[in-house]
């Protein structure tokens, strides 16, 4: 069966082996929910697919025309082979529901390091910000190096960011860029982390002058959601 949740996904499960991230275009603050609304009977009709789709969840984009979609897979082959036999029904009937939704593209990713949420730390977000990170084709195999810079940067930073849960760094399997995908306990919270002195979340520091200066990074895009829907076995 398919079940329908409020909980937020666990980007640190060990059975991941890939991420899948996607963007559709629907237009409306209502075509965004009716899109959901459209997603979860399509999904929730059926049964769930297959063992190796850890977990499907959807996200309304803050600018009330996007919609993002997360699914976790045991692997691409487990994805490749949902494709070939359950994908197209799907995404039938929501268009059938919902006629012309713009697809922009899908990704597929690996989590490479997060900045885990600390032990005993119980929030829910409230604030999803996914961030892509491009970089020169030459710098492709430095991105890993640039993850482990900004993680000790935020380690190292002296003015600590509270608001701030967890920052879960996915490596796109093209070579062009980082994902990042942080978890913020309230938009508010995330606002007031940048409207602080500086050039962003980072402190003046020599780790975070590193990070905005490697070699081969092109620059970033930042995009906020809410979660609002989770489909589970």
Known sequence: MTRRTET???LTDPRVGTSLFSHWRVGTPLRQRQTVE?????WRRRPWPTGDLLGYHVYAGHDTATLMHYSQWTSAQAYEAFVKTHRQERVDE???AVPDIERLGLGRYRRYRSRERV???SRVP???VAVRIDFAP????????????????????????????SANFHLSDDGTHVLNYAEWESAEAY???FAAPGEGIGSPT?????????PGFKGSTIDRYDHVLGLVP
């Open 38 to 42: 459209a997603i979860a009977d399509t």
């Open 94 to 96: 929501i268009d059938t």
């Open 126 to 128: 409230g604030l999803v």
């Open 191 to 193: 606002d007031r982390t």
């Open 8 to 10: 937020h996904p666990d």
């Open 138 to 165: 030459e710098a492709a195999d430095r991105r890993t190096d640039w993850v482990d810079t900004v993680l000790l940067a935020l380690a190292d930073d002296p003015v600590g960011h509270p608001g701030l849960i």
């Open 119 to 121: 032990a005993g730390d």
């Open 206 to 214: 020599e780790l975070w002058e590193r990070v905005r200066t490697y």
